[in-house]
């Protein structure tokens, strides 16, 4: 069972650690615990629905308050402190095509605004019900959650869109067959969600971006029902389904979606190499990403990223004995360390190591064998657990993401990290700021910035210290050349014409603006 105010299952816990604690106590000051409001009070204060009782829709009180919020900071903030703010008045929860078309029309006739949830996932705020007097209601995918077709010499594979990350790749294995897509939401994030938060995945390097494994789908407007894809490319004009990628149920619901597949690989490494600094490290990242080897990742962690994560890895000995063998080689304080993976043939994976580690090498890189490597991957899905560990102990946590050119990589990065640790100064708090690197390609990569500070008094105190922090660091980002990813608006001085037919196309499809209006354009 998900649990409903904060991340993952219920029974499922991550634990900070004496030292990492220590450590965090140490940079930004002890935390501040708050009892959280217990599932059963935040269910008392659940206001009765304002709608009459229908087939298609439940009014279940749990149901509303467990569709109520996303994952982003302020949503996590208002489920821990049980007060989720407005509800849906009713979710629905269909099994097929047909049944989600009769639920919206449904809607329609009940002048609803209707927001779809996929795995809840949305760290936009995309999921928030807004206030008013229109009456909102929710549509869940999630009983849409089996593999529906598979065409193995064409290599498609069509799944209902509520299917999440583990059930996609469980379905796809007896086929021998693999998607490749893996967020770090991965276990709860759905299909659906991905196309429509044009989602990024650890191993996008080789296995692509959801924009390349999107083929088609089946889309459901209140205007009427569009079917995509069934050949390689559009064979002329502008391709619909970018319209739809990044949308977030802006346009309509998306029931079906077929996805390009492929052969399981017959072999996958991961490797460790650590760096004397973080211009190196760079440096080698960038070389090995225009040098276009068919690696799966690569993710290289900041100097404090890369101490922290030493510091949670819960092998003191082991750590010395490397810290040790480093040292010998050159490599100490402000180190930084990169991972990346290769999969593919054996002969391929072999070949690839061989490359990137030559590469390492000419920027003074260490490698230190599979050992890290195979751990992270073990636990890639696991650290957003740190969050809740985070919040028993008293700590806030949250991230900001970009996306940036190499030339400007290390000073969005610094200028990021500077503006957090100010705008929290200013408030007379620390924050314990640290990014790694990953989604490389030619141009550039993303950047992600991992945030903890001290919890506040109360709920208010904490959004507004939030909300500085978000601003600082979206000033900082814009200033310094990069693009913020996970955005509940578009960006300022975003362009205004292109808004205008992003709301044109929307009003072709959903001319009553039932469609989570007012979100995104
Ligand atoms: C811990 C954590 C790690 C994350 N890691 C990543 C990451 O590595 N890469 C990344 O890109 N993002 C990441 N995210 C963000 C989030 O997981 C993604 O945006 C994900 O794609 C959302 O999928 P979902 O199924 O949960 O969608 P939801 O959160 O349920 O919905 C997202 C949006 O899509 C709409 N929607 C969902 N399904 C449908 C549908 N079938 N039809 C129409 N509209 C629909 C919703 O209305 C909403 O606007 C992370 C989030 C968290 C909390």
Redesign the pocket.
Known sequence: MRRWNG?GDEEDREELGAELLAFLREHIGPGRPREDLSLAQALAAVPPPRLPTSTRFSQDSELRLRHAR??SFADYLALRSGDPGPLAEAVALPGTHEETAEALAEAGRLGAIV?????????AG??QVPRGERPVLNIS?ARMNRLLGIDERAQLARFG??TPGPQIEAQLRGYRALLGHF???YR???L???V??R????QSLRYGSIGQLFEGGRLITPGGELSFGGTPAAGSGPDLRELLLGS??RL????EVSVRIRGLPEHEDFHAVFFPDWENALEAARSIAQAELPLSMLRLSNELETETRMRRSGHAQSIKWLQRYLGMRGVGGGQCMMLFGASGSLAGVRRMRREALALAKRWQGVHVGKLIGQSWRKNRFRS?LLRNALWEQGYAADCVASTVNWPAATGLMRAVERAAREALAAMGERVHVCTHLSQVGRQGCSLCTSLVWPLQAEREADLALWQRLRLATAEATHAHGGSLS?QQAPAPGGDEFGLRLLRAAAAALDPGQMM?PG?LF
């Not at 927001?115 to 760290?123: F, L, N, P, Q």
């Not at 309509?252 to 029931?255: A, D, V």
């Open positions: 991340w996303g994952q927001i779809a949830y996929g795995g809840g996932t949305s760290v995309q999921l995918l869109a509520g967020p770090q939401s709860h994030s759905t659906g969600g991905w429509m938060t989602a990024s995945g650890q977030q149920g309509g619901l998306l029931t957003p996970h989570n979100k």
